[in-house]
């Protein structure tokens, strides 16, 4: 057999562009090689030069367009180059829906081959922009001035955003502002390389249908210089600001949140409305960050979950209990678990409020389903909705040992969605899995999949 040719750094040839990869670049193949360019779109012919090769892949980047994209249009955002924030800008938004349903396929052609899994098409929004309702901006000096944004891809430069077109623009707006009193107040702000300083990170959160913000600033420790002045200042920013809270994060490490969590001013969390249901958000609570997707993305659960009315629920990784209490009206009993206390605080407080009849833990939910196994209890229907990483193996092993009759699980990640399907597929069906545009403008991809026992 002979080795796969060679690919080096520098080199140069035409490429035509195949598919979208997971990251939002292009896919191509040379002399069977991948190749992954960033900012070109499936369907374009280019000259690509290698920038580096790794041990199953090149990555090249575009020399010479020789045949563009019709779908293809300049990007918005001034920063889209550098920030890195968003991965599909260039990209007109009716095909990144069509784009974004192929990264489900190609994750079910790697992980089950000849499958013929059911995968509609992509549920998008009609207004793709200002959608996200919480940014959390690091913070940095730079030449005296106080700068918040994100950090460039893969380095440790940050770029200041004074305006992000897919966050709403009152958190923008209460940053830039935060910013400009810290500055003027002269409080120190943290420096990543000599860890010294004391505000690391803005965080503002909004609720969409309320209109109240959470200011949260991230220190690396209590005491905060100035703190007084500092406090009536943000106060007078936008009277809507209902909450003033920090968080201390001493660690040198990658995490936003520590666990030491003290309310300033105000409110203790922020309150937030989803079709019929209002929640209330404390600081570190998880909560979906497209409110308006997120009712379609709920919608679309409930319509897997295929209720009656006499089912037993388990939302595992429950969060404050949004997804199992949209679907309580229809069950007999909602249970839920996570590993968060604050969140299981905020979720037995939701359900209480709307008069739902649920049961919240904290713990894993391999621990509480094997428990409630023990004493006779199943779930007629479990429903999940995972990080990245996907279920993880002991998760798995105890669903398998379980067996819900129907399984409705909610992935933010086809890789591991895909990879996850290995082993259910075992004793499950894949009846359909249903994509979801949850980040317009970025290669993410939220998808619903229902799956019933065989």
């Given at each position: ?16 562009i195949k598919r979208l990869g997971i990251n939002g670049e292009g896919v191509g193949f040379f002399k069977r090689n991948v ?192 703190f007084a002045k500092l406090l009536q200042r943000i106060r007078k920013i936008d009277a809507n600001i209902v909450s003033i809270v920090q968080n201390v ?206």
């Amino acid at each position: 057999m002979s080795e796969k040719p060679v690919i080096e750094t520098g080199q140069k040839f035409p490429l035509t562009i195949k598919r979208l990869g997971i990251n939002g670049e292009g896919v191509g193949f040379f002399k069977r090689n991948v190749v992954f360019v960033q900012g070109a779109l499936p369907g374009e012919e280019i000259t690509a030069q290698v920038t580096d090769v790794k041990r199953n892949f090149a990555e090249a980047r575009i020399v010479k367009m020789r045949k563009s994209s019709p779908h293809r249009q300049e990007a918005p955002c001034p920063i889209y180059d550098s920030c890195g924030g968003c991965q599909l800008q260039h990209m007109k938004y009716e095909q990144q829906l069509v784009e974004k349903r192929d990264l489900v396929v190609q994750s079910l052609e790697r992980y089950l081959k000849g499958s013929n899994i059911r995968v509609e098409p992509t549920i998008g929004m009609e207004n793709p922009w200002h959608y996200r309702n919480k940014s959390q901006f690091q913070t940095r000096k730079k030449g005296g001035q106080v700068i918040a944004g994100l950090f460039a891809e893969e380095s440790h430069q940050l770029i200041n955003i004074e305006d992000c077109i897919v966050q709403h623009p009152d958190t923008t707006a209460v940053t830039n502002l935060v910013k400009q009193i810290l500055e003027d107040l002269d409080i120190p702000i943290y420096d990543g390389k000599s860890m010294k300083g004391v505000i690391r990170t803005i965080v503002v959160r909004i609720g969409i249908r309320t209109g109240e913000i959470q200011l949260v600033l991230i220190t690396t420790r209590k005491a905060i210089p100035r703190f007084a002045k500092l406090l009536q200042r943000i106060r007078k920013i936008d009277a809507n600001i209902v909450s003033i809270v920090q968080n201390v994060n001493k660690e040198n490490t990658s995490l936003i949140f520590g666990d030491e969590t003290h309310t300033l001013w105000g409110k203790d969390a922020i309150r937030e409305e989803l079709g019929e249901l209002a929640f209330d958000l404390s600081a570190r609570a998880f909560f979906q960050l497209n409110p308006k997707q997120t009712v379609k993305l709920y919608d679309e659960i409930k319509r897997a979950a295929k209720l009656t009315g006499n089912e037993t629920i388990v939302d595992a990784y429950c969060g404050v209990g949004t997804i199992g209490l949209w679907l309580a009206d229809g069950a007999k009993q909602v249970r839920g678990m996570d590993i968060i206390p604050e969140s299981i605080e905020d979720a037995k407080a939701n359900a209480k409020e709307q008069g739902i009849n649920a049961l919240y833990v904290t713990g894993t939910a391999e621990k509480w389903l094997t428990e409630w196994n023990k004493e006779g209890f199943t779930p007629d229907v479990l429903t999940v909705d995972p990080p990245r990483t996907g279920l993880g193996e002991s998760l798995l092993k105890t669903i398998m040992k379980v067996q819900p009759k129907r399984f409705v699980y909610t992935s933010c990640n086809p890789s591991t969605l895909a990879k996850d399907l290995q082993q259910l597929t075992k004793i499950y069906n894949v009846q359909y899995i249903q994509p979801v545009d949850m980040f317009p403008q970025t290669a993410q991809i939220e998808a619903v999949c229902l799956l019933e026992h065989k």
